[in-house]
DNA sequence: CGTCGGTTTGACCAGTTGGTCAAATCATAC
DNA sequence: GTATGATTTGACCAACTGGTCAAACCGACG
């Protein structure tokens, strides 16, 4: 598919372009509500010029997918067992939110997935992800049996964590109808700050 | 259309399954992802009977979304200004989790809709819904005034308690992956309790 | 039992879908 | 400048899409 140097720079930049168009279509219509000649439209290329980097609309999709999982769980890998507990839980947060503001479309494309099942990633999720959490519970019981947190169900902790960082960005629509003009990520990091340091704070 | 008894018995039992199966797929799918075929398959009727009680595959849709916002926000109607502060929003978070138990189906149609931006319900969201959370984040604002909760943020108090337990709805395979064999609703209402005890309870 | 409105459907339609392919175009190494 | 492989596209396809329609079917009421 490739070989020279040139080539090499117009593919990267095709596939870059066409993989930020297709994100822009599956994260506003998921899956099977986005069709391919959007994608080639939003991208400025032509139907058959997307086929011939993603042999399919499926394989655009799946490149996402792959993108995404490796990063979307960045801040979660970074909970530092040696650090300051709370601390270390509301960086999480803060660095969670942070990613629903500046990448919001990232985070309706894993919605729409999970949301509709996950057809794609179940098995990944039942693997990779389960490991992930089950290692950090297990720091975070840690800490609860160290007295340096209050205690409180780890799993349910992290779904909290993940549902209400998410949900600026996945229901920023609705955020928004009800907030009116004011701008949700102005008010949201002390919120986030407060809930979590009264829920966790020993004592 | 209608006007005979017999005639009014058939009609609603065809439409009661017409609905049902479209509940399933636009769950399932999103509108776009969703087909006529497939909600005749799953209703067991034929597609032109499908279009014989609903003349288009969009007023299924609305026909749903219209159901829906009646009754979604109804356990937030009943958030009672009189009765005892912490007592009320923990009887809200448990009513609404239980309407994730009960109805995914409603919950992820929802979620599905606002995630692709909300298209059919925007004017409603930014009308009805927003005039229903105004009132009750006064409410809230008059408790907190009151010293009878903590002080908090009574918007993204609200829209913690719609992302956390939406969450164990729309997310539910997510949700159920990481925590394998064990049902979330065995141990959910016990952390919402916690959370929201210790985020409102005052001093 | 016949009729009459409500109900159901097979056949059909135009537009769209994901995907193919041969031919044309382009960039660059020689 | 030309040969060569990478890139691009117009034309095309079969399958599927939402929707239509005339004809058939059905049950109950007179």
Redesign the interface.
């Known amino acids: 598919m490739t070989a020279s140097r040139r080539a090499t720079r117009i593919q990267e930049k095709n596939r870059a372009a066409i993989l930020d168009a297709a994100l822009d279509v599956f994260s506003?219509?998921?899956?099977?509500?986005?069709t391919v000649d959007r994608i080639a439209a939003a991208a400025g290329l032509s139907k058959p010029n997307l086929l011939y980097y993603f042999g399919s609309k499926e394989a655009m999709h799946n490149a996402l997918l792959e993108d995404l999982l490796d990063t979307w769980l960045d801040p979660l890998r970074a909970l530092d067992p040696s650090g300051e507990p709370l601390e270390e839980i509301l960086a999480y947060v803060h660095r969670k939110l942070q990613m629903s503001r500046d990448y919001p479309r990232e985070s309706?494309l894993f919605?729409?997935e999970?949301?509709?099942?996950?057809p794609r990633i179940?098995a990944t999720?039942?693997r990779d992800?389960?490991a992930l959490?089950d290692a950090k519970a297990a720091v975070i019981e840690g800490w609860i049996a160290a007295g340096r947190i209050?205690p409180?169900?780890p799993?349910?902790?992290?779904?909290?964590i993940?549902?209400?960082t998410?949900?600026?960005a996945?229901?920023d629509?609705?955020?928004r109808?009800?907030?009116?003009d004011q701008d949700p990520f102005d008010?949201?990091p002390?919120?986030?700050d407060?809930?979590y340091r009264?829920?966790l704070t020993p004592n």
Chains 1, 2 share one sequence.
């Open positions: 506003a219509r998921g899956f099977g509500g986005a309706r919605a729409n999970i949301v509709q099942g996950a179940h999720l039942s992800l389960k959490v209050a409180i169900h799993y349910h902790l992290i779904f909290s993940w549902s209400l998410q949900h600026y996945d229901f629509v609705q955020v109808a009800v907030l009116g008010s949201a002390g919120f986030v407060t809930l009264r829920l």
